[in-house]
């Protein structure tokens, strides 16, 4: 018998054949492609016959190291038909990361997207020889000269196409004998405290993870469309497209995520899976159109989400029905200022938007549900086949990340750490024994390093991950995530690392929006040469102090940022500051910019 998500595929082109499954925009037309189920299975297909021919083995471990791309799904599903595994890698990882990865996990054939993976893979299998093959996705690709091992996408799929009939036979043995404690994925954590480990998460895991998800969702209806916008090396999008498939929902695939506003625009998906610091910038964006228009932009602003706040928190939230004075208020409002932000961001159909990854404000959450987008804040991890908990449809606490999914059990560990068991937590780390015993307890619960507390309802409350508190030389603990959240709602703050482990007070390592400081800049007629000679200017530094003080005011004393120093420049992956999760890594912060921290406690 077939693993289910590899039966999914011909069961659903029994019910959709020639319907959409997903689309892209092609590069050279900007026009979106579209696939139908009947073109993926055959394309599945063909990678499948074309995998058995290069040789792939059961349970074979094959690397996916591109953007998002709907090669992707052909390459996971024909893997799958093979009883084979997808390791995917970031496509923003550094050659170094994909070498320990390609190590760790024995890879032999890697999967490349575009030019910067191809480099990087050609690179690690010049270091690591038992790299045998790379296939490209784009046949842009430009090769190296000396390269003879590299097969493109199209030769594949002619591979496939001409396969002998052994081959289509032997793939369909793999297929059909598939058991649901095969691996389904290897996912490498991203590492933000010590090198990355491999997640093994079996198909029973993703069955249990669809399942559950099907049970829960039930206001989603299958001819919407899913906005896949995160990278789909992250166990967030790559479940999620899963459970797309297996709903049957549509998929837009957004391969450049600094396009994604045209894309929204263009596609007005109803569903989009999201990270805080997305929603982050909208509600900064939305903030700063109103206050551009003075006055009389701040007023009704404010007043329509008063308005929003009644309809969609007190009575909406709660499934009851509106006061017709509120309801009718709400309907004038929705008109002319909340359809008009959904529409700026190109979610005048939006439904469903989970988000996940880390905090976010609770006046932010507060503010999308009152302009009418449905956030639905969660919480899980790799080692979770993503979702633990997750807002329930109606009487959600905001502050929370939801209750439980049917069948997933959570606890608290007398230290305050989130404990969880259930169908969809991993068989372990690949190749790391200990790691794996230690990660759970005798009676099998899995320990997830974050720490929280369930309230009255049972929604989970998260505090911080435990590996971050910090602990100032007074003896007090610091969550940093929480001011870091906070903090970040200003529309002149764009990235904020706290700094206080076994220090007497707390820090802040900011990075401003630089197109809002300029904008400060040039109505304050602040002269500067560059950004570094802005960033230490006394107006701007004031400006910023203020705001840092007004965010943090709800904060202990002890808690607050006393100091702070505005960086010149953002963190980014390339440097090693933030993970390929846009995860700031502290121990990288606390070494690059080790003068500027020893300044602020001088």
Same mark, same amino acid.
């Given at each position: 018998?077939?693993?289910?998500?590899?039966?999914?595929?011909?069961?659903?082109?029994?019910?959709?054949?020639?319907?959409?499954?997903?689309?892209?925009?092609?590069?050279?037309?900007?026009?979106?492609?579209?696939?139908?189920?009947?073109?993926?299975?055959?394309?599945?297909?063909?990678?499948? $016959?074309?995998?058995?021919?290069?040789?792939?083995?059961?349970?074979?471990?094959?690397?996916?190291?591109?953007?998002?791309?709907?090669?992707?799904?052909?390459?996971?599903?024909?893997?799958?038909?093979?009883?084979?595994?997808?390791?995917?890698?970031?496509?923003?990882?550094?050659?170094?990361?994909?070498?320990?990865?390609?190590?760790?996990?024995?890879?032999?054939?890697? &999967?490349?997207?575009?030019?910067?993976?191809?480099?990087?893979?050609?690179?690690?299998?010049?270091?690591?020889?038992?790299?045998?093959?790379?296939?490209?996705?784009?046949?842009?690709?430009?090769?190296?000269?000396?390269?003879?091992?590299?097969?493109?996408?199209?030769?594949?799929?002619?591979?496939?196409?001409?396969?002998?009939?052994?081959?289509?036979?032997?793939?369909?043995?793999?297929?059909?004998?598939?058991?649901?404690?095969?691996?389904?994925?290897?996912?490498?954590?991203?590492?933000?405290?010590?090198?990355?480990?491999?997640?093994?998460?079996?198909?029973?895991?993703?069955?249990?993870?669809?399942?559950?998800?099907?049970?829960?969702?039930?206001?989603?209806?299958?001819?919407?469309?899913?906005?896949?916008?995160?990278?789909?090396? $992250?166990?967030?999008?790559?479940?999620?497209?899963?459970?797309?498939?297996?709903?049957?929902?549509?998929?837009?695939?957004?391969?450049?995520?600094?396009?994604?506003?045209?894309?929204?625009?263009?596609?007005?998906?109803?569903?989009?899976?999201?990270?805080?610091?997305?929603?982050?910038?909208?509600?900064?964006?939305?903030?700063?159109?109103?206050?551009?228009?003075?006055?009389?932009?701040?007023?009704?602003?404010?007043?329509?989400?008063?308005?929003?706040?009644?309809?969609?928190? $007190?009575?909406?939230?709660?499934?009851?029905?509106?006061?017709?004075?509120?309801?009718?208020?709400?309907?004038?409002?929705?008109?002319?200022? &909340?359809?008009?932000?959904?529409?700026?961001?190109?979610?005048?159909?939006?439904? &469903?938007?989970?988000?996940?990854?880390?905090?976010?404000?609770?006046?932010?959450?507060?503010?999308?549900?009152?302009?009418?987008?449905?956030?639905?804040?969660?919480?899980?991890?790799?080692?979770?086949?993503?979702?633990?908990?997750?807002?329930?449809?109606?009487? &959600?606490?905001?502050?929370?990340?939801?209750?439980?999914?049917?069948?997933?059990?959570?606890?608290?560990?007398?230290?305050?750490?989130?404990?969880?068991?259930?169908?969809?937590?991993?068989?372990?780390?690949?190749?790391?024994?200990?790691?794996?015993?230690?990660?759970?307890?005798?009676?099998?619960?899995?320990?997830?390093?974050?720490?929280?507390?369930?309230?009255?309802?049972?929604?989970?409350?998260?505090?911080?991950?435990?590996?971050?508190?910090?602990?100032?030389?007074?003896?007090?603990?610091?969550?940093?995530?929480?001011?870091?959240?906070?903090?970040?709602?200003?529309?002149?703050?764009?990235?904020?690392?706290?700094?206080?482990?076994?220090?007497?007070?707390?820090?802040?390592?900011?990075?401003?929006?630089?197109?809002?400081?300029?904008?400060?800049?040039?109505?304050?007629?602040?002269?500067?040469?560059?950004?570094?000679?802005?960033?230490?200017?006394?107006?701007?530094?004031?400006?910023?102090?203020?705001?840092?003080?007004?965010?943090?005011?709800?904060?202990?004393?002890?808690?607050?940022?006393?100091?702070?120093?505005?960086?010149?420049?953002?963190?980014?992956?390339?440097?090693?500051?933030?993970?390929?999760?846009?995860?700031?890594?502290?121990?990288?912060?606390?070494?690059?910019?080790?003068?500027?921290?020893?300044?602020?406690?001088?």
């Amino acid at each position: 018998m077939a693993n289910k998500l590899v039966e999914m595929v011909r069961t659903q082109c029994a019910r959709k054949g020639d319907k959409e499954v997903y689309r892209q925009k092609d590069n050279v037309t900007n026009e979106w492609k579209v696939t139908t189920w009947n073109e993926f299975r055959s394309g599945i297909e063909k990678v499948a $016959h074309a995998l058995q021919v290069l040789g792939i083995g059961v349970q074979e471990n094959v690397g996916v190291f591109s953007a998002n791309t709907y090669h992707i799904f052909m390459s996971d599903y024909g893997l799958f038909y093979n009883r084979a595994v997808p390791v995917h890698i970031y496509a923003t990882s550094s050659r170094e990361e994909v070498r320990y990865i390609v190590e760790d996990a024995s890879l032999k054939l890697v &999967f490349v997207g575009d030019q910067p993976q191809y480099k990087i893979a050609r690179e690690v299998q010049k270091m690591i020889p038992s790299l045998k093959q790379i296939i490209t996705y784009k046949d842009t690709i430009k090769l190296d000269a000396d390269d003879d091992t590299t097969m493109s996408w199209d030769d594949l799929l002619k591979l496939g196409e001409n396969a002998s009939e052994a081959c289509r036979n032997e793939v369909e043995a793999r297929r059909s004998s598939g058991v649901e404690d095969d691996l389904i994925y290897l996912i490498y954590t991203s590492g933000t405290t010590g090198v990355p480990k491999g997640v093994m998460l079996a198909h029973s895991n993703m069955d249990e993870a669809m399942a559950r998800h099907m049970e829960r969702l039930d206001t989603i209806e299958e001819d919407q469309m899913s906005m896949c916008f995160l990278p789909l090396s $992250h166990v967030f999008e790559c479940a999620w497209c899963h459970y797309c498939f297996t709903k049957g929902l549509r998929i837009a695939i957004n391969e450049n995520a600094k396009e994604i506003s045209e894309a929204l625009k263009e596609v007005h998906p109803n569903i989009m899976c999201s990270v805080p610091r997305f929603w982050e910038k909208v509600y900064t964006g939305v903030l700063n159109k109103f206050s551009s228009m003075g006055w009389i932009g701040n007023a009704l602003l404010h007043r329509a989400i008063k308005i929003g706040r009644l309809r969609n928190l $007190h009575y909406r939230r709660r499934g009851q029905k509106a006061t017709l004075y509120v309801d009718l208020q709400y309907r004038f409002f929705d008109k002319i200022v &909340f359809k008009a932000i959904r529409k700026a961001i190109g979610m005048e159909n939006g439904e &469903f938007f989970p988000t996940a990854g880390a905090p976010l404000s609770e006046n932010i959450v507060r503010f999308l549900h009152c302009c009418g987008i449905n956030i639905v804040m969660g919480y899980g991890l790799s080692e979770t086949t993503a979702t633990v908990t997750c807002f329930p449809r109606k009487n &959600f606490k905001i502050g929370s990340a939801g209750t439980t999914l049917p069948g997933v059990q959570v606890k608290i560990a007398d230290n305050g750490e989130i404990l969880v068991k259930g169908k969809t937590v991993m068989k372990g780390y690949y190749n790391k024994p200990e790691e794996t015993a230690a990660v759970f307890t005798e009676d099998g619960w899995f320990r997830t390093g974050d720490s929280g507390y369930l309230n009255e309802d049972g929604s989970l409350v998260i505090t911080e991950r435990i590996k971050d508190l910090y602990k100032t030389s007074n003896g007090k603990y610091i969550a940093p995530q929480a001011l870091e959240s906070v903090l970040s709602e200003d529309q002149y703050i764009e990235q904020v690392a706290i700094i206080g482990d076994q220090r007497k007070y707390v820090t802040a390592l900011i990075v401003p929006s630089y197109e809002a400081l300029q904008e400060y800049a040039a109505k304050k007629k602040i002269e500067y040469k560059d950004m570094a000679e802005l960033v230490k200017n006394a107006d701007v530094v004031n400006m910023v102090a203020e705001r840092v003080n007004a965010l943090q005011a709800d904060f202990a004393s002890w808690q607050q940022v006393k100091k702070f120093i505005i960086l010149p420049k953002a963190f980014s992956m390339e440097t090693g500051e933030l993970t390929n999760t846009l995860k700031v890594r502290r121990s990288m912060i606390n070494k690059i910019y080790a003068k500027e921290i020893e300044e602020m406690y001088s």
